[in-house]
């Protein structure tokens, strides 16, 4: 007799080792991340998806807030072949209900060949199969969550001040904090604001930059961001990552589309469209830009050629699918936020130079 149960869309249910008990639901979805398993927990993005981690053992190097990427974990429950009793001291202490002891090659292989689906889980001395059922049968799809952006953003405005003299509007629609911090490093003063921001909350910073955050969901249901898009397109330079690709793209003429089981993990090649290079990043998406609308594509996945990274420089527009902040993963795209930074109008340069040489 088990004490975990994990009921699949598929009609399947799966036993397991119940580590973290409790009751829940969401999106099952899997990383094949081998490092960062604390960066990847805290990333906002996973709101109400159950996070499978493909590498089999997750804890090997302990559990440290500073590597964290938000202020708790997001993912509704963690499944690996094995985590260590500190991870789950973690996952039990933010009530995150957690399993091992399961085939997680299973797992997997039933999301690639059938895409991200439901799952209902159930850990704990009283777990049966059925009561697994109901949690599915509670599951909402994704874009289903149509205010998910007010679960994880920021409610307050908060400024991270710089040492240079450009400022950036970052829309935190479930922002990993390395994205801040690489903006603040190059220094950019950044005001973070909440999803749902105003075109006047903008306005009132006259900002350099204005830049769309990761953040979990749907794209489309984000209409607050598309409406800020639209009402600064040519104004303000536009900078996004992930769903703020997304965001941008889409609020731009083009549209977005649901992935069958999206890319996660910390080595997906992306080929520039100019330069040739091809570059290692970090991912985690579901969705993706079907049709880029008024943008051009600069970069693409080189394993299902969907946009990585997309541009107008008529619009002063960059943005990325992927995840130049890395944390985790590698370090290749971080001069993604230079070429942000050099979006900025000119007389910031010049204002900089003085202070440089004071
Ligand atoms: N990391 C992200 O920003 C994810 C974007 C969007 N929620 C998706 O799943 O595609």
Redesign the pocket.
């Known amino acids: 007799m088990s004490d975990a149960y994990l009921a699949l869309e598929d009609g399947r249910v799966v036993e397991a080792r119940g580590r973290v008990p409790g009751r829940t639901r969401g999106e099952l979805v899997f990383t094949t991340a081998y490092t960062g398993y604390e960066e990847s927990l805290t ?1 906002p ?1 996973y709101e109400e998806q159950v996070l499978t981690f493909s590498y089999p053992l997750i804890g090997n190097y302990g559990v440290r807030a500073e590597r964290f990427e938000s202020d708790r974990i997001h993912p509704r429950a963690a499944v690996a072949r094995e985590f260590t009793d500190e991870v789950v001291e973690w996952l039990a202490e933010e009530g995150v209900p957690a399993v091992d002891h399961i085939d997680t090659r299973d797992i997997v292989t039933s999301v690639r060949e059938q895409g991200a689906m439901k799952v209902g889980i159930v850990v704990g001395d009283d777990a049966t199969p059925e009561a697994a059922k109901e949690e599915l049968a509670k599951c909402k799809g994704m874009s289903e969550h149509t205010d998910i952006g007010a679960q994880v953003t920021t409610t307050e405005p908060v400024t991270y001040e710089g040492d240079g003299d450009t400022t950036v509007a970052l829309v935190d629609c ?1 922002a990993k904090k390395s994205i801040a911090e690489s903006l603040v490093a190059r220094g950019a003063t950044v005001h973070v604001l909440p999803y749902d921001a105003t075109e006047a909350d903008v306005s009132a910073l006259s900002p350099d930059i204005l830049f769309i955050s ?6 489309e249901n984000y209409t607050a961001t598309h409406d800020l898009v639209e009402a600064f397109a040519g104004e303000v330079p536009l900078a996004g ?4 690709q ?1 965001i941008i793209a889409s609020a731009l003429g083009g549209t977005t589309e649901k992935m069958a089981f ?1 890319h996660r993990g910390v080595n997906q090649p992306v080929r520039d469209l100019d330069s040739g290079k091809v570059i290692m990043t970090t991912q ?5 830009v079907a049709e880029p609308g008024t943008l051009d594509v600069t970069q693409v996945n080189v394993n299902d050629g969907t946009a990585e990274g997309l541009a107008s420089t008529d619009l002063n527009v960059i943005t990325r699918q992927y ?1 130049p902040e890395a944390h985790p993963g590698p370090h290749d795209s971080l001069g993604f936020f230079d070429d942000v930074l050099a979006m900025a109008p000119a007389g910031n340069e010049k204002t900089r130079k003085v202070v440089a040489s004071d």
């Open positions: 990333d993005s479930g990761n953040g979990p969901g749907d794209p990552i992930c769903l703020g997304q999206g985690n998406h579901g969705y993706t995840h």
